[in-house]
T-cell receptor, first 114, second 113 residues
Framework: KQEVTQIPAALSVPEGENLVLNCSFT??????LQWFRQDPGKGLTSLLL?????REQTSGRLNASLDKSSGRSTLYIAASQPGDSATYLC?????????????FGKGTKLSVIP | EAQVTQNPRYLITVTGKKLTVTCSQN?????MSWYRQDPGLGLRQIYY???????DKGDVPEGYKVSRKEKRNFPLILESPSPNQTSLYFC????????????FGPGTRLLVL
């Protein structure tokens, strides 16, 4: 059974700092990996999707990498801002019984201090 | 505007009283799914649907039912809710049978007394 782990569970950084969030998964037979952002009391917003054949994806100040063989992904946030404060979740899509399922990590709660 | 909508957003009910949470998407997506989110347990998939009339169990399907009669709608049914189903529920949709970007609804916060 696929398991996804995110470390650390919480992170606090001063504004302007670059930071890295980590995600690991146990089964490397994945189709893709997604990073999401969740603000308190709200739904999830997809930030980046990396297909299994890709090594990284970039969007603005965000860069996500994927090392499928080692079961790891990182989300790099450059020049952090208070507006980046949220919980960040990673999720892997894998094949289960002939269809596709998503498994989520429990998230990293990020606080960017002005 | 492309979106996933859920209703109601908040619901308080009593044990055993049947309820339905609706989910609708306007992106013509084939794949739809339901999740529950609980503190310390994260997001867990309840049911998913690859297309109309095709549904399958996720990781925590006990106590829930779903149906997919139309492509845009995927209601979640709790036939006899119990307090352990108190949770935050999310509906999501995706193109490409679930292997593309997932779009989430705003969530439904359910309290079962």
């Amino acid at each position: 059974k696929q398991e996804v782990t995110q470390i650390p569970a919480a992170l606090s950084v001063p504004e302007g700092e670059n930071l890295v969030l980590n995600c690991s998964f146990t089964d490397s037979a994945i189709y893709n990996l997604q990073w999401f952002r969740q603000d308190p009391g709200k739904g999830l917003t997809s930030l980046l999707l990396i297909q299994s054949s890709q090594r990284e994806q970039t969007s603005g100040r965000l860069n996500a990498s994927l090392d499928k063989s080692s079961g790891r992904s990182t989300l790099y946030i450059a020049a952090s801002q208070p507006g980046d404060s949220a919980t960040y979740l990673c999720a892997v899509t894998y094949s289960g019984a002939g269809s596709y399922q998503l498994t989520f990590g429990k998230g990293t709660k990020l606080s960017v201090i002005p | 505007e492309a979106q996933v909508t859920q209703n109601p957003r908040y619901l308080i009910t009593v044990t055993g009283k049947k309820l339905t949470v609706t989910c609708s998407q306007n992106m013509n997506h084939e794949y739809m799914s339901w999740y529950r989110q609980d503190p310390g347990l994260g997001l867990r998939q309840i049911y998913y649907s690859m297309n109309v009339e095709v549904t399958d169990k996720g990781d925590v399907p006990e106590g829930y039912k779903v149906s997919r009669k139309e492509k845009r709608n995927f209601p979640l049914i709790l036939e006899s809710p119990s307090p352990n189903q108190t949770s935050l529920y999310f509906c999501a949709s995706s193109d490409g049978r679930g292997i593309e970007t997932q779009y989430f609804g705003p969530g439904t916060r359910l309290l079962v007394l």
